[in-house]
């Protein structure tokens, strides 16, 4: 009789299971090939061959740093790549590639969900339907039963309990070593035998014996995170063979799914332990993730039918819960959770998911991802406000704190990036989808705000905040959620702005802009040395903040959107009102009519810092008037050509320079070349040089001094290329030199928002008495004022703001007639009605009130012409004259009154004034410098012939010198820069000696002076130039008793205990590799650091003491003890302290 398929498979299974229990792994094996036709091997191995077609997909399994190719006209997400010699074989010409090098991961060719089937190359033509229809009809059943009989034994052999849910024990080594062999055995079957065999092992990993037992895939993934290194690595390089499969590929996506939370706990609760080469082995079956979330079918389907969204962001929730301190946040930065990043799988694993639209379209607007969107809220609001810090005040912080870096990675390196990615689903809702997901994101900030923002008192505009002692924070992501969210769906589904943040009249657009404003204030007071207490994690934030391509894009433009939706929503006055009370400025001026200015004003305090805060104020409120990039007033090619430029403005760029400077949308776009070619010239290769671009001359007109996406630093830079570039042109022109030019170039007025466009009404907030009065102010102080009462930088603002009022003025006038209540505010102090007295309305309308005026009455128009006229501003003369003939030309009597003072061609005629004076400037600095190096030559001609060029002339002189030549330190008051304890006086506590922060060096200036006065200088070789000989020996280091040191002492004192408490705590951070003051330039081995009030390099404690000389020892012999590891001589030349 024959025996039927059936039959044949049990007996398969039968002698399989039998031998697994009986017999030596390797032994059971052989058996399992032999099962495969029931004949020998070999002759199995090829008949299947014969049936098998080439491979389809590659599927290389990479090492760490292998090299790959990517390609964006082929790939499907950022996380494709294909192999050297897969693309070698493929045809991308024309395509836009580049190599790059791999941390892990396959190769993706032939993957139609990872590649274009136009990249594939000749060996790789994709996937069929069915591969096992290419198995020999004869062989299929038995190659099934046996694969999944072995399959079976190797789940069994890593996860015995055969139950999801049950906690995986660790298997032995014996096991595992069997699983390993097994797991090489099933992947070389799989390499050699082609698609058809790698369908029947995929079908045996997803299959289960009965409806209750989880399958193998299911079991190994649960207990993947308990298998040893080398069973696991083998199982995982067996998964990403298997990946090439579409059958397992989505099996094993919903099982990590199944088990992800489970899995993910696990390995967090693994980076806790102590087991190294589990926490390096990373996440586990988790890494797949990249693989199988980035295909845009899959995971949408896994979206719709496993819950894939909420369990993304419930795994994340309980990740951070640990580290959550109060319910409603914020976060603890120092813990685990934090500190150690167990949270980063799961936000990457979210934003793949977030990457494809219709994923982002189904977190914001599906009814079933309710549980996921109010998930992913409240991830926002527990990060919000995170690392809020106040400013210290009083002492130095003991040490600089690093964990800011943890926060700006929670929120800038891992949720922003996932919340940005809602906006393309954003594009995909209607607008009736857009308001209820806006409306969600309100409420959380609104709920947010409620618990935070302290009630407003009466006089207050929206709550009580000390500019100066309040904690501040850079971390908002739910207010730069909300605006991504806002102005994508006001851009393209037209909706209104109050429609969409839901305020009816309320002040809520004040408060949204109240936090951004706060970190503007930071950033400012951080500017001006306020915050140097606090140590130099502050300065880093800053910087990063400001300087990084990828933090404006998802920080600072949303926060000066939160700015700009104020200032559209509510009254312009209130607005700048609430600039001028972050800022702490309102005393500087009359606000509202009621306050009168300081009895030292119409003016600003005496004081540097101050008017530092009046800059950074005055240009954040310019930058949200006139800034149209960050409310999408502007195409995307518009987009690109100003970062472009303004890129190629600091400094000529490669091509890959320039696309590293646009952000990571734009630099894709795919008029990219075509932008960068129409504004910059190709300089070619020379040399070790590679090929740059350069901004064509005719570009520069639309250089800008206030684009906001400058760092500092970056604007510095540009603005001196500008001036380079317009001397050189103007040269080329025939015209004069470098002195002719203007200090500060001319900015661009905003460009046009779109027609319709609400925020076409931003330029209102120019239009206002109290920056009218702020403008007053400051003028004054520039043409009457005491010297250095204002800066130029400064008085540049205010012409460029009182300018730009003019424009928009204008402008405003051409545009609508009817105008929305509260929507402007008329050019107060500039337009001034025909026929009326301008000394009379110019002392109503533009000098603060109260304050009296002599000899004669100022206003804006006046004193600008008075500043064109003057010789203090002299580099801004021509831009007073230019913003006063713009003013002129809002009224007759403006015009009238300009035309008296200036004429016709009075800007003409400033323009030769200031010509004349830069000229006589230059005169007077050629005749300084030759002065300078006459004294130079003299003094250089008394040292070589050992002349003694400081001796005094009389006895006279003699005696004063001898009187100050001993320094005898008085009864004055010091305080330790450490613990702020009066060091001398009354007060001082004689168990607690003190000293000077000081650098000591060697120095061989007491041998030259000692040789010189005994009549014998010192040798020096014969040289041409005698001078840099004679430099060059007093400065060779001498040993032995001619040796001398050198002190210098930056003037602050600290007790040398906490002197000796502060050198420890820089020991120990060293040690802990961990930031602290002056880590890259200071050597903690040679006792070196840096002064914790003044930063300036130290090595030494200098004894300060107020007796004779004659009193306690102990100040010595202590110092002497602190001091004693210093290598600042040989220990056998130290000199002792005198006492």
């Known amino acids: ?200 092992v995929s079908r045996a990993f997803c299959e289960s014996d009965s409806d209750t037992s989880p399958s193998p895939l299911s079991a190994l993934v649960r207990a993947d995170l308990h298998y040893p290194q080398a069973a696991r690595t083998a199982l995982h390089a067996l998964y990403f063979l298997l990946l090439s499969d579409q059958v397992f590929k989505e099996a094993l996506a919903r099982r990590m799914i199944e088990h992800y939370s489970v899995v993910y706990a696990e390995y967090a609760a693994g980076l806790r332990g102590e087991d190294e080469e589990q926490e390096d082995d990373g996440c586990g079956v988790l890494s797949f993730s990249v693989q199988l979330f980035t295909v845009r079918g899959l995971t949408h389907c896994l979206v719709d039918s496993a819950a894939l969204l909420e369990t993304l962001t419930g795994s994340a929730l309980a990740c951070l819960a640990p580290a959550v301190r109060m319910p409603d946040g914020p976060l603890d930065l120092a813990h685990d959770v934090i500190k150690r990043r167990h949270y980063w799988r799961v936000f990457h694993d979210l934003r793949y998911v977030l990457q494809q639209a219709d994923c982002a379209a189904a977190l914001l607007f599906d009814e079933a991802r309710a549980g996921a969107r109010a998930a992913f809220l409240r991830l926002a609001s527990i990060i919000q406000g995170i690392d809020a810090a106040p400013r210290e005040l009083v002492t130095h912080v003991p040490f600089a704190s690093s964990t800011w870096t943890y926060a700006f990675q929670i929120v800038t390196f891992d949720f922003m990036p996932a919340a940005a990615l809602l906006l393309p689903g954003l594009h995909a809702g209607t607008q009736a989808q857009a308001l209820a997901a806006c409306g969600a994101a309100v409420s959380a900030l609104r709920s947010w705000l409620d618990r935070v923002l302290v009630p407003p008192q009466v006089g207050d505009d929206v709550c009580v905040f000390d500019p100066l002692r309040d904690p501040f924070t850079f971390h908002l992501p739910l207010h730069r959620t909300l605006a991504i969210l806002v102005r994508g769906a006001h851009t393209h589904q037209g909706l209104g702005i109050t429609d969409l943040l839901g305020c009816g009249g309320d002040d809520f657009p004040l408060r949204l802009a109240e936090h951004p404003l706060r970190i503007l204030v930071l950033l400012s007071q951080i500017r001006c040395g306020m915050w140097a207490r606090n140590g130099e994690g502050v300065q880093q934030q800053a910087h990063f903040y400001r300087a990084s391509i990828n933090s404006y894009e998802l920080c600072l433009s949303s926060d000066l959107f939160c700015l700009q939706v104020a200032a559209l929503l509510c009254p312009a006055s209130r607005v700048v009102s609430s600039f001028l009370r972050c800022f702490a400025l309102s005393a500087c001026i009359a606000v509202h009519g009621q306050k009168r200015a300081s009895p030292s004003a119409p003016g600003l305090e005496d004081s540097e810092r101050r008017l530092r805060l009046v800059e950074d104020c005055l240009w954040w409120l310019l930058a949200a008037a006139c800034e149209r990039d960050t409310c999408d007033c502007m195409t995307d090619v518009l987009r690109l050509r100003r970062c472009i430029v303004h890129a190629l403005c600091v400094a000529d760029l490669t091509y890959s320079q320039a696309a590293k400077a646009a952000p990571n949308a734009l630099a894709k776009h795919p008029k990219y070349d075509e932008v960068l070619h129409e504004v910059s010239n190709v300089i070619p290769a020379t040399g070790m040089e590679p090929e740059k671009y350069q901004l064509k001359p005719e570009c520069w007109a639309e250089y800008d001094p206030y684009y906001t996406r400058y760092h500092p630093a970056d604007a510095a830079r540009s603005e001196e290329r500008y001036f380079q570039q317009a001397d050189a042109r103007r040269r080329a022109a025939g015209g004069g030199g470098v002195g002719q030019r203007q200090r500060t170039p001319p900015a661009p007025r905003p460009g046009p928002a779109p027609a319709g466009s609400p925020f076409a009404a931003l330029p209102r907030l120019l239009h206002t008495h109290l920056l009218h009065s702020l403008a007053w102010v400051v003028l004054y102080n520039a043409a009457r004022g005491a010297v250095g009462e204002v800066s130029e930088r400064l008085v540049v603002l205010v012409i460029h703001y009182l300018t730009l009022a003019a424009e928009t003025h204008e402008l405003r006038d051409r545009s609508e007639k009817t105008d929305t209540p509260g929507l402007h505010v008329g050019l107060a102090g500039l337009h001034f009605p025909s026929g009326s007295d301008l000394a009379a309305n110019t002392r109503a309308e533009l000098s603060p009130p109260g304050v009296d005026f002599t000899p004669e009455p100022a206003s804006v128009l006046s004193l600008l012409v008075e500043l064109s006229c003057s010789t203090r501003f002299a580099e801004q003369a021509v831009a007073a004259a230019a913003a006063a003939l713009a003013i002129g030309r809002l009224d007759p009597v403006c015009k009238a009154y300009v035309d008296a003072r200036l004429g016709a061609s009075g800007a003409q005629r400033t323009a030769e004034g200031r010509t004349r004076r830069l000229a006589d400037s230059r005169r007077k600095q050629q005749e300084i410098m030759r002065k300078f190096a006459a004294q130079q030559r003299e003094f250089a001609r008394l040292h070589a012939s050992g002349e003694d060029a400081a001796a005094p002339a009389t006895a006279a002189e003699a005696a004063a010198a001898s009187d100050t030549a001993e320094y005898t330190v008085t009864d004055t008051d010091y305080v330790c820069v450490m613990c702020r304890e009066h060091v001398m006086g009354p007060a001082t506590s004689p168990q607690k000696p003190v000293g000077f922060i000081a650098y000591a060096q060697r120095t061989s200036l007491l041998a030259v002076a000692g040789a010189v006065a005994a009549g014998a200088p010192p040798e020096t070789p014969a040289e041409d130039n005698e001078a840099a000989a004679a430099e060059r020996e007093l400065l060779r280091p001498v040993d032995g008793p001619a040796a001398g040191i050198f002190v210098t002492c930056c003037s602050h004192a600290i007790h040398v205990d906490c002197y000796a408490s502060y050198f420890d705590s820089l020991v120990t951070r060293q040690a802990n590799r961990e930031e602290f003051e002056g880590r890259l330039f200071v050597d903690l081995r040679y006792g070196e650091f840096c002064c914790p009030a003044c930063r300036r390099i130290a090595n030494c404690i200098l004894p300060l003491t107020t007796d004779d000389g004659n009193g306690d020892a102990g100040v010595a012999e202590k110092v002497r003890e602190i001091m004693s590891f210093h290598v600042i001589l040989p220990r056998s030349e130290q000199q002792t302290i005198p006492n």
């Not at 790789?124 to 339907?129: S, V, W, Y």
Request: hydrophobic share 40%.
């Open 1 to 200: 009789m024959a025996v039927t398929s059936d039959e044949r498979c049990t007996h398969v299974r039968g002698l399989l299971r039998y031998a697994f229990a009986h017999l030596p792994c390797e032994r059971a094996l052989e058996l399992m090939l032999w099962s495969l036709g029931m004949q020998p091997p070999e002759a199995s191995f090829e008949e299947i061959k014969r049936y098998a077609p080439p491979p389809s997909v590659c599927g290389l399994v990479w090492k760490h740093g292998a090299t790959a190719y990517k390609c964006r006209e082929c790939e499907s997400d950022p996380t494709c790549a294909v192999c050297v010699q897969c693309f070698v074989e493929a045809d991308h010409t024309g395509h836009d590639y580049y190599m790059v090098t791999t941390g892990g991961g396959c190769c993706d060719c032939g993957d139609p969900a990872a590649w274009n089937s136009k990249g594939f190359c000749k060996r790789h033509k994709g996937p069929t339907d069915d591969p096992s229809l290419y198995l020999p009809p004869r062989l299929k059943p038995t190659i099934a039963a046996a694969l999944t009989e072995v399959v079976v034994r190797l789940a069994h052999l890593l996860a015995p309990t055969q139950e999801a849910a049950a906690a995986a024990p660790v298997p032995s080594a014996e096991d595992a070593a069997a699983a390993a062999m097994i797991t090489e055995r099933i992947r070389g079957l799989c390499k050699d035998l082609g698609d058809g065999v790698t369908r029947a």
